[in-house]
């Protein structure tokens, strides 16, 4: 090997060291993000109504007990009207789930902290996850829903099965809103959003995708675990009849890595859409 080979190989590990370090920081760099979120026919009691969204923690050998704590710390601190668990709250193993749920559940909002279960949740152990959100008062909507109230006006809170692990029911999730009412969808994957023809369905929160994990500049994400690739990476998205919001998630799985894609807990401030008949 000459000297210059060498160098440049040293120079290339150096990089890739470098990188891969940067990358795993960025994995716990956990941020708030922010949206505006305007709805045609919300009631005017839920203007500016300040959602919660957290999704895809994976508590486990990367993201430990200290992380969902901070997660816990900040959502507090936002001072929450809503805050809506989307799943995937522990990792790799089952023994993860009851301490992360119990972290979770010092969560607190005005109108409650609601959740579904992930991919991950069901593979590991529905059973198990379902029974200690509710040994811990976290309220699980799994096909199904629940009205919210606030200054005489009610909008309906529905959750949906996972669609990759599970069977999910819209049916069976709206069976309690009312055939003018106003809901919003709580789906741990974001390709609901595709499918979603139900007009009562205003809104759509999901994850999973953990927008990619990395984000490259132009050619975005390489790999979304998502049937529309791109479309549903992360944000606030548009679907043929119904939007919605796919966070980053606030965890990764492995490798453990972020890049151009920082772990988020989302903070949604809902506003009635100017015009719109219902919502006076």
Partial sequence: ??????????????????????????????????????????????????????????????????????????????????????????????????????????????LGVYAILGNHDIGMSRELTSRELERNGLKELTNTGVALERGGQAIYLAGLDDLQAGRPDLRRALAGCQENGFAILMSHSPDVIEETRDRRVRFVVAGHTHGGQVCLPVIGSPIVPSQYGQKYRAGLVYGPQVNGYVTCGAGAVFPPIRLGCPPEIACLTFWPLSGSPDAS
Avoid: C
């Fill in 1 to 110: 090997m000459t000297r210059r080979t060498f160098i440049l190989r040293g120079a290339q590990a150096l990089a890739f060291a470098g990188a891969t370090g940067f990358s795993l920081a960025e994995a716990r760099r956990l941020q708030v993000t922010e949206e505006a979120v305007f709805l045609p026919g919300l009631p005017m009691a839920f203007q500016g109504l300040r959602v919660v969204v957290i999704s895809d923690i994976h508590h486990g050998i990367f993201f430990p007990l200290s992380y969902v704590r901070k997660i816990v710390t900040l959502s507090n601190s936002l001072s929450p009207d809503l805050v809506l668990l989307l799943g995937d709250y522990a990792y790799h193993d089952r023994r993860y789930i009851p301490a992360a749920i119990q972290e979770l559940s010092a969560l607190k909002s005005e």
